[in-house]
């Protein structure tokens, strides 16, 4: 076993389920309640999706959350008309970067459900942003133009857009959460958070990296398997946020994580192919709707934090402690009126898991330096233009 297996082991046996999520301002973990970790571990386990979508529809007719959704092509749209079926959302306004969904989002703007859709173009950003709760950065292009593109071309290709509108989130709503779905997440996570912790606006707990595409798809392929309703099913994930660096746990698959050695070797090649069958998809087909429901998914969990709803976790890609040797991680997080209330950390997972996770902790890196170091590049030009 490697030095680095060792520790992965090591830390899994040490911090369990409990948080290692250091808070801004303060070098030190705060002191664990074990019966608290206990009951949030519990209810994880124990609630169903479609426990949680109940409980979110009960109770929330005082909800005031305003979500505000920029991106282009038709994965925004299919987002704002998911939300719209639910009530804890009290506004959608979606920022067309690319002038194109006008017409379809007015016919959406009739169904007969509470919260309403608000269509602004590019040049109108100023207005959509202002007191919004969510902010849900999306592709300034449907997934299906980038699909199979590297990581590198992608983040090359979106960092100038990624930048430039993270730079009007600080303007108009700096206290909003701000979900970052712009691929590659690993990276563009990383540049949304370096450019909001250099203007002294930074809080971690509201900046989340969305891996929901990676994880609708590997739940959907175990039920298909275990002949179970996705519903029902909870896989988590942990490492990075893109097919290359996040790692499904199937050991700790809920309510069953027993696999032969072909279910998982198939659940990790239909896995690692999301990526590209994004890529082949034409727009408006299936790739872009199931990234819709995938987003509303998160930005329903993160409103029902913020209105206070008990137990909601969900898996992330965040500034994390969990591990020292990643800045950023994916893992399930509890959320809260704060955005992230507790990182719940690595559980205890096999020897193939803590393997995979090893062999993604260099891309990590690798992006999220690549991501921090644009940022700063671009800083030193304005300083000497």
């Known amino acids: ?203 971690p707990d509201r900046i989340v990296g969305s891996t929901a595409m990676y994880g609708g798809r590997i739940e959907e392929v175990t039920a298909a398997i275990l002949n179970l309703e996705r519903a029902s099913l909870s896989v988590p994930l942990a490492g990075g946020a893109d097919a290359r660096t996040v790692v499904p746990l199937l050991s700790r698959t809920v309510p069953f994580n027993q696999f032969t050695k072909v279910q998982r070797k198939t659940l990790l090649q239909s896995f690692r192919a999301v990526d590209e069958e994004a890529g082949t998809g034409l727009p408006g087909e299936g790739p872009s709707l199931s990234s819709g429901t995938a987003a509303a998914k998160l930005l329903i969990d993160l409103a029902a934090g913020l209105t206070g709803h008990d137990h909601v976790v969900t898996c992330a890609y965040v500034r994390s402690d969990v591990l020292p040797l990643c800045r950023f991680f994916t893992s399930e997080l509890e959320l809260g009126p704060g955005g992230v209330k507790r990182n719940l950390g690595l559980p205890k997972i096999s020897a193939g898991e803590v393997l995979l996770i090893e062999q993604a902790i260099p891309l990590i890196n690798e992006h999220v330096d690549m991501a921090i170091a644009a940022v700063r590049t671009e800083k030193t030009r304005a300083r000497t233009r």
């Open 1 to 203: 076993m490697t030095v680095l297996s060792r520790l992965f082991l090591d830390l899994s046996r040490r911090y369990g389920r409990c948080s290692v999520f250091a808070r801004r301002g303060s070098s030190k973990v705060p002191p664990i309640d074990e019966r608290k970790v206990q009951r949030v571990e519990k209810s994880a386990k124990g609630s169903t999706r479609r426990e949680k979508d109940e409980n979110t529809q009960r109770g929330d007719e005082a909800s005031d959350v305003r979500v505000c959704i920029i991106g282009g092509g038709v994965t925004p749209l299919y987002t704002a008309i998911l939300l719209k079926q639910y009530r804890i959302i009290k506004s959608i306004r979606l920022v067309d970067m690319r002038d194109s969904t006008s017409e379809a989002l007015t016919d959406a703007s009739h169904l007969e459900t509470s919260p309403r859709i608000d269509y602004f173009r590019k040049k109108d950003i100023k207005r959509a942003l202002r007191e919004a709760n969510i902010v849900a950065l999306m592709d300034e292009t449907d997934v299906g133009a980038a699909g199979n593109a590297a990581t590198r071309e992608q983040f090359k290709s979106t960092a100038d857009y990624v930048r430039q509108t993270t730079d009007r989130i600080l303007r108009f709503c700096p206290d909003a959460v701000v979900a970052v779905f712009a691929r590659p997440v690993t990276a563009t996570l990383a540049m949304v958070s370096e450019i909001f912790r250099s203007s002294g606006w930074w809080n």
